[in-house]
């Protein structure tokens, strides 16, 4: 059989394959536009709150109207007693209530600072850490203009109270996060994963459906071939249009993508025929993929920190193509490390295939 007609028997049974184009293709399209749907809002913004105001004085309502304006923050309830806001949260019109006491005016305009008590739901840390970091912010205003006030009361030139009070200014400048935002932060990286997993179940399907026929090396070097193709064309379709979709970041050019990606990719496929020797069942394979994707995900690093980890997780998870592909992606693509900085992470890859090609040719012999 020639290399052409095994390249073309190869492509009817992938591409005609509904169960490969839907895994593959389809799989790659979907979770491009779905996964990311959580984080389009990057962080949580204009939580609601209820307000239980006991001073009742106008530094007071100063400090609820600065709430409401800040962007964390929406004041949608003023409840006259801590009883009356604890069932307002408990009915869940509002994500949490702020107690001002009786005697907040008086301790801030003393230049003391008064205490405020904040009661919500922490298990939805996002939102509660909101709440106290606009709390906080309104605050930390509030008391920093009074007590820039003193000091000038006190004879000292507004100029020097401002900047005694405040030494130093922040200016700070995100560079490879630039919204700040989870999109950012998580959908560069769990991209690589869909890209192993969903093909790891394509070429599982593809050899298991030939397995027990003819597989001459000119058909496993057309089925390597097609895949290869096929699967950098989804890459590129993610670290492309997906990614300036979402804008998210890049600062790789498309030869030093390609220089990881190729490998990457041709790691997975030789694991996914490896795996399709190993494992009974096409069900299997399937089962193995979708089980493991969970451990991948907390045990590569971008989402626990890998000092935390155990080193025998870490090299456990090396043995995987996205062990060395998250990592490399993420270096070149979103942090701009230029090509030296991956370069293991290339030849670990390389290392995969043949560990991988090993694999196969064993098994084929036995």
């Known amino acids: 059989m020639s290399f052409l007609t095994a390249l073309k028997k190869e492509a009817i049974g992938i591409f005609t394959n509904s169960s490969i184009v839907l895994t593959m293709i389809g799989g790659v399209i979907f979770y491009a536009f779905l996964y990311p749907l959580p984080y389009l809002n990057q962080s949580p913004e204009e939580q609601k709150i209820t307000i ?5 004085s106008e530094l007071s309502r100063k400090f609820i109207f600065m709430a409401n304006t800040s962007q964390q923050l929406n004041v949608v309830e003023q409840a006259d007693s801590i009883d009356q806001a604890k069932q307002q949260f408990l009915n869940n019109s509002v994500s949490g209530f702020l107690v001002i006491p009786y005697d907040f005016s008086d301790r801030l305009q003393l230049g003391q600072a008064p205490t405020v008590a904040y009661a919500g739901d922490a298990s939805y840390f996002l939102v509660y850490g909101t709440i106290i970091e606009g709390l906080m912010n309104v605050g930390g205003t509030l008391s920093a203009e009074y007590r820039v006030t003193h000091m000038a009361i006190d004879g000292n030139p507004l100029s020097n109270a401002i900047n005694t ?45 030939a397995i027990a026929k003819e597989n001459s090396p000119q058909q496993l070097i057309a089925r390597f071939s097609l895949f290869l193709m096929t699967e950098i064309i989804l890459a590129s379709f993610y ?60 045990s590569a690093g971008f989402i626990w920190p890998t000092e935390l980890i155990p080193n025998a997780l870490t090299d456990i998870m090396h043995l995987l193509p996205s062990g060395f592909a998250i990592d490399g992606f993420l270096k070149i693509n979103q942090m701009g490390s230029g090509l030296h900085s991956v370069l293991l992470n290339i030849s670990g890859l390389y290392g995969l295939c043949l560990l991988y090609g090993f694999g196969l040719f064993i098994s084929k012999q036995k």
């Open 165 to 209: 009070f405040q030494p130093f200014k922040s200016n700070y400048a995100p560079v490879f996060n630039r919204n700040m935002g989870y999109v950012e932060y998580v959908v560069p990286a769990v991209f690589v994963l869909i890209l192993q997993q969903t093909l790891l179940m394509a070429v599982g399907i593809r050899q298991k459906s």
């Open 52 to 56: 239980v105001d006991l001073d009742k």
């Open 239 to 298: 670290f492309g249009f997906v990614f300036d979709h979402y804008h998210i970041s890049r600062f790789s050019n498309v030869l030093d993508l390609l220089i990881i990606m190729v490998p990457f990719i041709a790691s997975v496929i030789l694991l996914g025929m490896l795996l399709a020797r190993w494992l009974p069942t096409t069900e299997s394979i399937l089962l193995l993929v979708l089980f493991s994707s969970m451990p991948i995900v907390f």
